[in-house]
C-alpha cells in the first residue's frame, strides 16, 4: 500500500454498506448527519469533479468548471495527494459537511453527497454499488486523464479551459 493509499480516506466494502440485519443499505437508511465518518467518507465516488477549478459569473451567479485541477490532485488515480492536510495546503478547498454539501451550488449532479441529500440513490457506477472502485472510472464519470494542474495554469488563462462534462448527469437521458 502507498503512502496515498495510506492517507486516503477508508472506504466500506459492498458487504460493509449494509449493517447487520439491515434489507437496505446505509445510504438509503440513514441521513447524512446520521453518518459516522467511514460511512461519510465512503460517499465520494472518487470522480474527482469537485477537485476542479471553476469559475462564476460576478453578474448571473453561474459556475462552470475548467479542467484545471487543484495542485494536490493526483490525476491518474482522482485522489489527493494529501488528503488529511489538504485544508492546510489548499486554504480555498472546502470542507464538506452535511450543511456545506446542502448549501453549495457546484457540486456535480451525480455527487454521492449531493444525490443523497436530494433523496435520491447512488448510480451503478459508484464503489458502494458496484463494489470496484474502478467503475467510476470505466463509466467516464471521473476526471482521470482529461485534467491540468493549476501549478501550469495561469488564473488569466483558466477561461480557456471550460469544460462542460463536470456538470452532466448520465442519469438524466
Not at 6 to 12: E, F, K
Not at 15 to 30: D, H, I, M, Q, T
Not at 127 to 155: C, F, N, Q, W, Y
Request: negative net charge; aromatic residues 8%; contains cysteine.
Amino acid at each position: 500500500m502507498t503512502a496515498q493509499e495510506d492517507d486516503a480516506p477508508s472506504r466500506l466494502t459492498n458487504e460493509a454498506a449494509n449493517a447487520p440485519g439491515s434489507a437496505e443499505p446505509f445510504w438509503k437508511r440513514l441521513t447524512l448527519e446520521e453518518m459516522s465518518t467511514s460511512e461519510w467518507e465512503s460517499l465520494c465516488d472518487g470522480c474527482a469533479r469537485c477537485c476542479l477549478n471553476k469559475l462564476e459569473d460576478w453578474d448571473t451567479g453561474e459556475i462552470v468548471w475548467t479542467a484545471i485541477a487543484c495542485e494536490l490532485l493526483d490525476d491518474d488515480s482522482c485522489r489527493c495527494s494529501d488528503y488529511p492536510n489538504r485544508h492546510v495546503k489548499v486554504p480555498d478547498c472546502i470542507p464538506l459537511d452535511p450543511a456545506t454539501v446542502r448549501s453549495i451550488t457546484w457540486l456535480p449532479p451525480t455527487c454521492g453527497y449531493r444525490l443523497i441529500a436530494e433523496g435520491r440513490d447512488l448510480y451503478w457506477w459508484h464503489p458502494l454499488v458496484s463494489g470496484d472502485p474502478e467503475t467510476v472510472h470505466e463509466a467516464g464519470i471521473s476526471v482521470s486523464g482529461r485534467t491540468v494542474s493549476e501549478a501550469d495554469i495561469p488564473v488569466e488563462e483558466y477561461e480557456d479551459f471550460v469544460v462542460m462534462w463536470p456538470g452532466e448527469d448520465p442519469g438524466a437521458d
